[in-house]
């Protein structure tokens, strides 16, 4: 916590500096200057990797109050409220976002199975359908239900469609396709990371992926199949 908190504010710093230089016209005539824009560069990337949505003007208003001694918190009470934001209020927040996210996934067309699990098969693939067990080779795209695109693989990786090796979304979505398939699934979290997220992956994070099988290897494992698809 102390990292998200130290980001925050750093955050705000960074921006209430390039706010008072002419929001993004900062005239870097010293040393001190530039560093000062690097920072920003830096910290402000990572504030918006850690929320996109992210209000600006709040961020730099937080750090001129600090600078002018009449912050509304604390730092104590910040980091508190950052704490319990993370633990409960995202929790709750990305729960409701993921819930619409597949409601809206189905009012487009998307099919679903009885495990909430809602997709669109854009091409079936061959006849022979995959199955558990099977090694194979996809090209992906993850990105979260308001676009925001967090992995992609552009040449085919090889997977083991196995328990334990890949979330359940792909372990029942995948056998719906055949090889060259392509499929896009709106994975709710309870079928990927479920309440307590996993390796950057939000609380109850609802996910999107596009996967295209390239190659099939019936239930034999292809070579180099470590990777978990995140």
Same mark, same amino acid.
Request: proline letters at 3%; aromatic letters at 6%.
């Given at each position: 916590? +102390? ?22 016209? *900062?005239?870097?005539?010293? /040393? ?5 824009? @690097?920072?920003? &560069?830096?910290?402000?990337? #990572? ?25 509304? #918190?604390?730092?104590? $009470? ?6 319990? %934001? ?10 409701? @976002? ?20 809602? %997709? ?13 067990? /099977? ?5 992906? +795209? ?10 992609? *693989? /552009?040449? !085919?990786? =090889?997977?083991?469609?196995? $328990?334990? #090796? ?8 995948? =056998? ?7 499929? &896009?699934? %709106?994975?709710?979290?309870?079928? !990927?990371?479920?309440? #307590?997220?996993?390796?950057?992956? @939000? ?6 992926? /596009? ?20």
């Amino acid at each position: 916590m +102390k990292k998200v908190f130290i980001l925050a504010a750093a955050s705000v710093a960074a921006f209430a500096t390039m706010t008072s230089c002419g929001q993004g016209n *900062a005239k870097l005539t010293t /040393d001190m200057d530039t560093l000062a824009y @690097a920072i920003g &560069t830096d910290l402000g990337s #990572m504030a918006f990797q850690f929320d996109s949505t992210l209000n600006a003007d709040i961020l730099a208003a937080a750090i001129k109050d600090v600078y002018a001694k009449t912050g509304k #918190m604390t730092r104590e $009470e910040a980091g508190a409220f950052i704490q319990e %934001y993370m633990t409960v209020g995202l929790a709750r927040k990305n729960a409701a @976002a993921g819930k619409k996210f597949i409601e809206e996934a189905i009012a487009d067309g998307a099919d679903t199975l009885a495990s909430g699990l809602a %997709y669109k098969i854009e091409e079936p693939g061959a006849d022979t359908k995959i199955a558990l067990g /099977d090694s194979i080779y996809v090209k992906y +795209k993850l990105s979260l239900p308001n676009g925001q695109q967090l992995e992609q *693989a /552009d040449e !085919a990786v =090889p997977m083991l469609l196995q $328990e334990g #090796m890949l979330i359940k979304g792909w372990l029942e979505g995948l =056998p719906l396709i055949g090889e060259g398939g392509k499929i &896009t699934l %709106y994975t709710p979290a309870s079928l !990927a990371y479920g309440e #307590m997220g996993n390796r950057g992956i @939000a609380p109850n994070q609802a996910l999107k992926f /596009d996967i295209e099988v390239t190659k099939v290897v019936p239930g034999t494992v292809a070579k180099d199949t470590s990777a978990v698809v995140r």
